[in-house]
């Protein structure tokens, strides 16, 4: 037996029955969920409550945020479109064609993440055209943050769902049901 063998009897490297994937879903869902469009979403709170100084720098770092998600949209936004659909569209062919489960869950971790990549860029471009100040732009990003975790909570539904079938068709696969 060679190490490989061995490493691969020692750690399983089956995803939706590994730990480590269901920890790294919750860790990608609770930060995209805190920050807003690259800001802290407790900066968002802070200037709710206290306004004032807290109100000005959220608003400078919702500017400064957005100017920067606009121009990498905008200089790159096609090449980095076209790099997405091929990254995406090569995992599902592989996870779900192939039934490769690695593919397949980095597939279920990557397209809803690129959904809120759309969003911010969306929010981003609104954010630019209005020009919200204060009680606006504080709920503007507190949609931004709730749409994110719907799409959250979707996602981490049909994740496990997809695991727990994956998981269950391999047991019975294995036991010779």
Not at 142 to 153: D, S
């Amino acid at each position: 037996m060679n190490w490989t063998e061995t490493v691969f009897e020692v750690i399983d490297m089956r995803s939706f029955s590994n730990l480590w994937f269901w920890i790294a879903l919750a860790v990608v869902w609770s930060t995209a969920s805190h920050w807003v469009l690259g800001v802290p979403f407790d900066m968002v709170t802070r200037a709710r409550r206290h306004g004032g100084q807290a109100q000005a720098d959220l608003e400078e770092m919702v500017r400064i945020n957005v100017s920067r998600i606009l121009y990498i949209g905008r200089v790159s936004g096609l090449v980095l479109l076209g790099f997405l659909c091929f990254v995406l569209t090569s995992l599902a062919v592989l996870g779900f064609a192939y039934n490769v489960e690695f593919a397949q869950a980095l597939f279920l971790l990557g397209l809803p993440m690129s959904f809120v990549g759309a969003l911010s860029l969306s929010t981003a471009r609104l954010i630019e055209t209005e020009r919200p100040e204060a009680e606006v732009l504080n709920k503007r990003l507190t949609r931004h943050r709730q749409y994110v975790q719907v799409i959250g909570m979707l996602s981490i539904f049909v994740t496990a769902l997809w695991g727990m079938w994956q998981n269950l068709d391999r047991s019975f696969l294995f036991n010779g049901f």
